[in-house]
């Protein structure tokens, strides 16, 4: 079982950055897909970024650039750094983890972290 806790969230400025981070305990990361959901008020959650084992990355359309998925799997942790933020990000952020593929779909991944609060400021 992996326990995954998320950290660096908080109250940004539009055009601000934050770096949030996934640290993972109970297994290692190493053969797991790695990703970042986030859920907006009322809103279904939906995919942000991932990193597979192999170390290819993938990204949702509307990240255009602005975020960067990156994954230490000596140090067990996953980390997104988010520039140029918009006020349209405003959302809690989770980590996932999934054994397998994991894909761009909540359904993929079989372990969540309680998820950090991004609110960006117009």
């Known amino acids: 079982q992996v326990q995954l806790v998320e950290s660096g969230g908080g109250l940004v400025q539009a055009g601000g950055s934050l770096r949030l981070s996934c640290a993972a305990s109970g297994r290692s990361i190493g053969d797991y897909a790695m990703a970042w959901f986030r859920q907006a008020p009322g809103k279904e959650r939906e995919f942000v970024s991932a990193a597979l084992s192999g170390g290819s990355t993938s990204y949702a359309d509307f990240v255009n650039g602005r975020f960067t998925i990156s994954r230490d799997n000596a140090r067990n942790t996953v980390s997104l750094q988010m520039n140029n933020l918009k006020p349209e990000d405003t959302a809690v952020y989770y980590c996932?983890?999934?054994?397998?593929?994991?894909?761009?779909?909540?359904?993929?991944?079989?372990?969540w972290g309680q998820g950090t609060q991004v609110t960006v400021s117009s």
């Open positions: 996932a983890a999934s054994p397998g593929f994991g894909g761009s779909s909540r359904y993929g991944y079989h372990h």
